[in-house]
């Protein structure tokens, strides 16, 4: 089951404008994740937000996330043509037990033009 | 060079013909966990690996079977395909299941 959904599915920028893409999750979870995908290849990890915090920084990215909505955001600053790829929420739940499951949205296609 | 490796990368197969997808990690992660990816759908877990000899099932473990005898590898198992399984499969491993995974390059499979 989708645990976490981004918004917009797609997104389509200029170079060197901020890009802001949305994840809502539905449970409570132990942290947040955002990945990156370039076409067909493996997912790359860029940062982890944990229940606990609100913001999070990493060069040009800047996770928020609030968990009274249960949202959180991925905003890229002064974006490239580099940056064009599916970017990823990933939440996990406790399924029960000491089990934890990786739940993964189904992405923004963030496309960045020159 | 820390990462995970599968192979292959491509294979196409016929219908009912076993085959397993390897997954190796030179990181000493504990846990580690394969996905497949359709258009649509997104990203689905089959199964994942908390520990060596410590498996579960996730959302879609139906066909699929897997096992863990070493920590660093952690191969996916279809015993007998079906079109269906056509997929983008990815392995990735992460130190806790509370820690961000890496990803391996990931098998594109095609059953015929």
């Known amino acids: ?24 999750y539905k449970t409570s979870i132990n942290n947040l994740q955002w990945y990156r995908q370039n076409s067909g290849r493996g997912l790359v990890h860029l940062i982890l ?20 909505k249960k ?28 089990n934890y499951k990786l739940t993964f949205g189904k992405g923004t ?6 | 060079e820390a990462q995970v ?11 009912g013909k076993k085959l397993t997808v390897t997954c190796s990690q030179n990181m000493n992660h504990e846990y580690m966990s394969w996905y497949r990816q359709d258009p649509g759908l997104g990203l689905r877990q089959i ?3 908390m520990n060596v000899e410590v498996t579960d099932k996730g959302d879609v473990p139906e066909g699929y079977k897997v096992s863990r005898k070493e920590k660093r590898n952690f191969p ?3 015993e007998s395909p079906s079109p269906n399984q056509t997929s983008l499969y990815f392995c990735a491993s992460s130190l806790t299941v509370l820690s961000g ?5 990931g098998t594109r499979l095609t059953v015929v």
């Open chain 1, 1 to 24: 089951s989708q645990q976490g959904e981004e918004d917009p599915q797609a997104l389509s920028i200029q170079e060197g404008e901020n890009a802001t893409m949305n994840c809502s």
């Open chain 1, 49 to 68: 937000i944990r229940s606990n915090e609100r913001e999070k920084h990493s060069g040009r990215l800047r996770v928020t996330l609030d968990t009274s």
């Open chain 1, 71 to 98: 949202s959180s955001s991925l905003l890229i600053t002064a974006s490239r043509a580099a940056d064009t790829a599916s970017y990823f929420c990933a939440t996990d739940k406790n399924s029960g037990g000491s």
């Open chain 1, 109 to 114: 296609l963030l496309t960045v033009n020159p």
């Open chain 2, 5 to 15: 490796t599968q192979n292959p990368r491509y294979l196409i197969t016929v219908t």
């Open chain 2, 47 to 49: 199964y994942y690996s």
């Open chain 2, 76 to 78: 996916l198992i279809l």
């Open chain 2, 101 to 105: 995974y890496t990803f391996g390059s």
